[in-house]
């Protein structure tokens, strides 16, 4: 490969991070400081396939012991609807308490139509509607919100 063509796919490729990276920013800013501070000094990964390398199913993984958060570039979500689903697992670890997991229960299971998730994935996709820019109209429903927001 010609050095050109291989300093412009280098510099194309720091360019893509940079970007990911203001955008992440932009997202970030939107939550309350208290959810921000859950993920102080985790490291963003983006992976340019429809799902996680080596794993077909999903499309956001959070790791608490390494600190990173890597997406992918899922075919039905935006990315950043993945993001904050993401962050949504640490904020269900580290904010909801028993008696806020029952209350979610019964908001959810009357309102979850056909949607099969547990609990938390369901607070999760709320909480990335919640939040997004882009929302999502099977997880659109003013009592998930009203809770999000809610949350102290």
């Known amino acids: 490969m010609h050095k050109y063509v291989m300093n412009f796919k280098v510099f194309f490729i720091e360019s893509e991070k940079r970007k990911n990276l203001d955008d992440v920013n932009k997202t970030l800013k939107k939550l309350p400081k208290k959810y ?6 985790f490291k963003f990964k983006f992976e340019a396939d429809n799902t996680l ?19 992918a570039a899922p075919w039905n979500y935006g990315r950043e609807f993945t993001l904050l689903h993401e962050i949504a697992h640490l904020v269900w670890a580290n904010f909801l308490e028993d008696d806020l997991k029952k209350k979610w229960n019964n908001i959810a299971k009357n309102t979850k139509n056909k949607m099969n998730d547990g609990l938390e994935e369901l607070f999760c996709m709320a909480f990335a509607n919640s939040f997004s820019k882009n929302k999502i109209g099977i997880h659109s429903h003013p009592k998930w919100e009203k809770f999000i927001k809610e949350l102290k």
């Open 53 to 71: 390398n080596g794993d077909d199913e999903h499309v956001g993984l959070i790791d608490t012991e390494k600190k990173t958060i890597t997406i």
């Open 36 to 41: 921000r501070d859950l993920f102080k000094g």
